[in-house]
Antibody, heavy 116, light 107 residues
Framework: EVQLVESGGSVVRPGGSLRLSCTGSGFTFDDFGMSWVRQAPGKGLEWVSSINWNGGITSYGDSVKGRFTISRDNAKKSLFLQMNRLGAEDTALYFCARGELYFDYWGQGIPVTVSS | EIVLTQSPGTLSLSPGERVTLSCRAS???????VAWYQQKPGQAPRVLIY???SRATGIPHRFSGRGSGTDFTLSISRLEPEDFAVYYC????????FGQGTKVEIK
């Protein structure tokens, strides 16, 4: 059974940083690209970032470009999202998802709240 | 950036009815690179359709997708009680982006 489990969510002050992690199991992690998608409270889905199978190709949504960095450690079957210069607009539930283009398995999400 | 516009925003329907949801792109989506997702309250989204018309693993045949260029649709042939949810389209032909969602609610 494919499972994706996110961790690292927290309450952080505006301008602060946070690193999210996602651990995959039940599939060959380094066979797949991975992504982060977020959902602000009561809002729709927003694509954040994607990374290919070996980390050599990354892409970002316009709203996070230059502030967020996606990376992965295939030996640890883990995906990461380093988030810097956080603002209130980054408050959301962050989902880890399998796939670089479309997303066929999702974690349950981890909340990130940016508030003073 | 390709902007996806879904319509209508909300649909009020009864079980057993047929429904068609619309997703219009601001520019042509290459290679019919459109996916559809279903999301229920408190749950992660679930992929239904990819490549505009291919059903994902385990998705019932009552779900079907079609379209090309800028106009895409998701149809549900007969609504089951578990189908009442929010549906999102997503394009991956040029970067990635989601539509704003259509809520299908019980009438």
């Amino acid at each position: 059974e494919v499972q994706l489990v996110e961790s690292g969510g927290s309450v952080v002050r505006p301008g602060g940083s946070l690193r999210l992690s996602c651990t995959g199991s039940g599939f060959t992690f380094d066979d797949f690209g991975m992504s982060w998608v977020r959902q602000a409270p009561g809002k729709g889905l927003e694509w954040v970032s994607s990374i290919n199978w070996n980390g050599g190709i990354t892409s970002y949504g316009d709203s996070v470009k230059g502030r967020f960095t996606i990376s992965r450690d295939n030996a640890k079957k883990s995906l990461f999202l380093q988030m810097n210069r956080l603002g209130a607009e980054d408050t959301a539930l962050y989902f880890c998802a399998r796939g670089e283009l479309y997303f066929d398995y999702w974690g349950q999400g981890i909340p990130v709240t940016v508030s003073s | 950036e390709i902007v996806l516009t879904q319509s209508p925003g909300t649909l009020s329907l009864s079980p057993g009815e047929r429904v068609t949801l619309s997703c219009r792109a601001s520019q042509s989506v290459s290679s019919d690179s459109v996916a559809w997702y279903q999301q229920k309250p408190g749950q992660a989204p679930r992929v239904l359709i990819y490549g505009a018309s291919s059903r994902a693993t385990g998705i019932p045949h009552r779900f079907s997708g079609r379209g090309s260029g800028t106009d895409f649709t998701l149809s549900i042939s007969r609504l089951e009680p578990e189908d009442f949810a929010v549906y999102y389209c997503q394009q991956y032909g040029s970067s990635r982006s989601f539509g704003q969602g259509t809520k299908v609610e019980i009438k």
